[in-house]
């Protein structure tokens, strides 16, 4: 499914941050460790401006891409149904693919086997509970090193990615310098993004 209206996207609008890598919101302060919230109404206000700079490191940085467990991490883009299979790995998609194992299982003893799985138990919880549905993997978010925060509080606690691989490591070397304009990624969302600082011959299209 698809919302009305991207909040990460109102959320650069309103000037409270720019996109990064894999299009998570990232501010200043609290980086991407911020949760999103809007109100629509028609009182007429002074909207903050946009930032124009970037606040991502881009693939230079790339924490995002290696700490990520099933390897959703485009450049400037995310590969969502495998992100959801970690951070909502008991939500809908989830719910409709066990009742379709279900449904197809060759035998009814199969078939009692998967009732009575450690699987239909999780999804019984995500439904009473949202344990699952929303509660998943936020690791790309716990290891970016934007915002005032995470030197403070975070970094000893994540700077290590035990999730790295020397595949990752290559795949971002690749994306260095080839991930600015010109490429399909950025040019998509660049004005979201902002202008790239690591890369000089970049700006950001309005
Ligand atoms: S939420 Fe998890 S699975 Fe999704 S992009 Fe971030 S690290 Fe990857
Ligand atoms: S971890 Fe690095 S590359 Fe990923 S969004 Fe944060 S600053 Fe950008």
Not at 12 to 30: F, I
Request: charged share 25%.
């Amino acid at each position: 499914m698809t919302t009305l209206l991207s909040l990460p996207h109102a959320a650069v609008e309103a000037g409270l941050g720019t996109l990064g890598l894999n299009l998570q919101l990232l501010t200043p302060q609290y980086g991407p460790r911020v949760v999103l919230t809007a109100v629509l109404c028609t009182v007429e206000i002074e909207c903050d401006t946009r930032m124009k700079e970037a606040l991502c490191l881009g693939p230079e940085c790339g924490r995002c891409l290696k700490t990520c467990p099933p390897d959703a991490v485009k450049a400037w883009d995310r590969d969502w149904p495998a992100c959801d299979t970690h951070r909502s790995p008991y939500g809908f998609a989830k719910l409709s693919g066990h009742i379709e194992s279900l449904i197809g299982a060759a035998t009814a003893e199969q078939r009692r086997e998967l009732l009575r799985s450690e699987t239909t138990f999780n999804l019984w919880q995500s439904i009473l509970r949202g344990a699952g549905a929303i509660t998943g993997c936020r690791r790309c978010a716990d290891v970016c090193p934007i915002g005032a925060d995470y030197e403070a509080m975070l970094k000893d606690a994540v700077d290590a990615i035990p999730e790295n691989t020397p595949e990752k490591e290559s795949r971002l070397a690749a994306m260095v310098g080839e991930a600015g304009a010109g490429s399909g990624g950025y040019d998509a969302q660049s004005r979201w993004i902002g202008e790239l600082k690591f890369h000089p011959r970049v700006a950001a299209k309005d």
